[in-house]
């Protein structure tokens, strides 16, 4: 069964002494192959709920190189739903064997909706979705990044018992699920601090819909120009810390965020002898396209 898995680890990065803080990754990434990280979490609950109300097909949204819809690609393909990926960008539809991620979710069965970047705005608009219930009959909605209540529910799940002695718990941020999550599995003493992969602040009205505390700060610095931006100084990061601990970083979400948590301990930003807790959200899925990308533009790929 898919959700069914042992606890993931808190793996200790060591850093020198002389930065005064331990540093902890949480190794969500190693869940499952495909449905991993927050992903796993965020689908859990509705998956659930979908089979319990009966519905056969699952249908949700994404862009080019979207984590969420290979995930959701793969657990239906695995637990035996229909899925349905509605794609930003109707350029795409002839580009699928050229995409790593569109690739891999139309082998598990997923059947494509292409739109255009202007249709694709008003995708949560009520005729929108009466055309694709006319098209494909009844499924059941799961939101682009699969962000709802049940998305929330799951990642409060990422948090055990053991991880309440950590001063900081620390995410990447993409639509607030996993970190309006963590906030509230989290104890009142801990800060909890996001990352975002997108530029401005704007994000925190949507977490304020779900989190239960305050106890929650976002780190904006760190978006590297916005979502799915990369530069040789990132890629650069990513290989040297897959080579000093041997842990892999996707390069939207998690490389940014340990970037940033890097040069914030330079920094001095967390007090000495402060506990740090790392959520790694998988992610990994991306790599492949985003080193096509950068092959494109004769830039430093990711090992």
Request: aromatic content about 12%; some cysteine; hydrophobic content about 35%.
């Amino acid at each position: 069964m898919i959700f069914e898995f042992e606890k993931t680890i808190n793996e200790r990065v060591n850093l020198p002494k002389t930065k005064g803080v331990e540093l902890y990754v949480k190794r969500e990434d190693q869940i499952h192959a495909f449905v991993s990280g927050n992903k796993y979490r965020k689908l859990k609950y509705n998956l659930l709920e979908a089979e319990k109300s009966g519905y056969k097909t699952l249908l949700t949204f994404g862009g080019a190189f979207s984590n969420h819809i290979a995930a959701v690609a793969s657990a239906g393909h695995l637990i035996g739903f229909k899925t349905i990926g509605v794609i930003r960008g109707d350029e795409l539809e002839s580009k699928i064997s050229e995409n790593a991620t569109l690739n891999f979710a139309q082998e598990n069965g997923m059947n494509f909706k292409f739109v255009s970047r202007e249709i694709y705005r008003s995708k949560t608009s009520e005729s929108f979705l009466k055309s694709l219930e006319a098209e494909f009959g009844d499924f059941y909605v799961i939101p682009e990044g699969g962000t709802n209540e049940l998305a929330v529910k799951g990642c409060q799940e990422i948090l055990y018992p053991e991880d309440f002695n950590f001063d900081y718990i620390c995410c990447s941020v993409g639509t607030g699920g996993t970190i309006s999550g963590l906030i509230n599995g989290s104890k009142p003493s801990q800060q909890v601090l996001g990352f975002p992969a997108l530029k401005g602040d704007f994000l925190k009205e949507d977490i304020s819909k779900f989190a239960t505390q305050t106890n929650w700060k976002l780190i904006t610095d760190y978006h590297f120009g916005g979502y799915a931006k990369i530069n040789d100084e990132l890629v650069a990061f990513i290989n040297q810390f897959k080579s000093d601990y041997n842990m892999p970083l996707d390069p939207v979400y998690t490389g940014k965020m340990l970037f940033g948590i890097m040069d914030l301990i330079d920094k001095n930003y967390f007090s000495k002898g402060s506990k740090i807790l790392v959520i790694h959200t998988g992610g990994l899925q991306g790599i492949e396209g985003m080193n096509a990308h950068l092959r494109k533009k004769n830039l430093s790929e990711i090992i």
